[in-house]
């Protein structure tokens, strides 16, 4: 096993760099180690929280849900980093990510974090694995989340959904359906939150140097921001399971909507026409 240690949360520059000079030419025949990563201590700070808000659409009080994986991206950066990980960087996918949330997180509190991957399982177009993250309060589980991640491998089939588009109209029984315009700059906005700063959620032309024919904004935003939109039905406490399908470009416009079948709030993001499915996903109560 293989732990990494941080006193405090640790830089993307170095992980990006590697990233882009890495040179791993053996094929992935094996099993990804336990590989975990421990910060003793991060403070929920309030004007990066507020400036998170409004990037977002928060008006909450609490912490939002998919804050915590703000801080989880550059130490799950820093594990697949590591020697040990034995898959390079470049042209990994983060295609879900499920939040367990245990007890609502104050702005100002101070939390640990443990985060790991270990093992991986076969797919259809690759090899996927899991990032496990937990915040804790002592020994008290307050804040869950599971990433999970593909490496998709040469000619092995498309990643991309093969259902019939979307057709126009609020989805039957929507509680909920609204229009969102994504601007052109948000990737760069929401990179100075997470310190992600992967040249596709820049510029355009920093983003067709990896094959994307415009910057495309940050899974994550785009989750949160369905998630902000649904805030009248969701609890303090609760479960979130997602589905990143495909990304958005920017500038572009979304549509968010949801539908309530009593016992689970299903969501949606989808283009503004309605063709484009960009995540799917639930909310449920603990």
Not at 37 to 47: G, I, N, P, Q
Not at 79 to 98: C, K, R
Not at 211 to 237: C, N, P, Q, S, Y
Request: aromatic share 8%; charged share 25%; proline share 6%.
């Amino acid at each position: 096993m293989t732990r990494l240690e941080f006193q405090s949360v640790p830089s993307m520059g170095q992980i990006y760099l590697k990233a882009l000079t890495a040179r791993r030419s053996t094929p992935f025949d094996g099993e990804i180690p336990r590989i975990e990563a421990h910060l003793e201590r991060v403070v929920f700070d309030e004007s990066t929280i507020r400036y998170y808000n409004e990037l977002c659409g928060f008006t909450g009080d609490l912490v939002p849900w998919t804050y915590p994986q703000v801080i989880a991206a550059p130490i799950h950066g820093q594990i697949m980093a590591n020697d040990a990980f034995p898959l390079p960087l470049m042209g990994l996918i983060h295609v879900e990510q499920d939040i367990t949330v245990h007890r609502p997180i104050e702005i100002g509190t101070a939390l640990s974090v443990l985060s790991w991957v270990e093992g991986h399982h076969e797919a259809k177009s690759g090899v996927e694995f899991d990032l496990h993250t937990e915040f804790r309060d002592g020994d008290e589980l307050v804040w869950k989340g599971v990433t999970k991640v593909l490496h998709r491998r040469k000619g092995g089939g498309s990643s991309k959904s093969k259902r019939k588009p979307n057709v126009p109209g609020n989805p039957e029984g929507s509680v909920l359906s609204t229009i969102v315009r994504v601007p052109e700059d948000m990737g760069r906005r929401y990179a100075t939150i997470g310190r992600d700063y992967n040249p596709i959620h820049l510029y355009p032309l920093t983003a067709k140097a990896f094959g994307f024919k415009r910057a495309i904004v940050h899974g994550m935003w785009t989750l949160a921001r369905a998630l902000a939109e649904l805030d009248d039905f969701v609890e303090e406490t609760g479960t979130l399971h997602s589905k990143f399908v495909r990304p958005v470009f920017l500038p572009s416009t979304i549509n968010i909507y949801a539908v309530d079948d009593d016992s689970v709030l299903s969501f949606g993001v989808r283009s503004g026409d309605g063709r484009t499915t960009h995540v799917v996903g639930s909310v449920g109560s603990l």
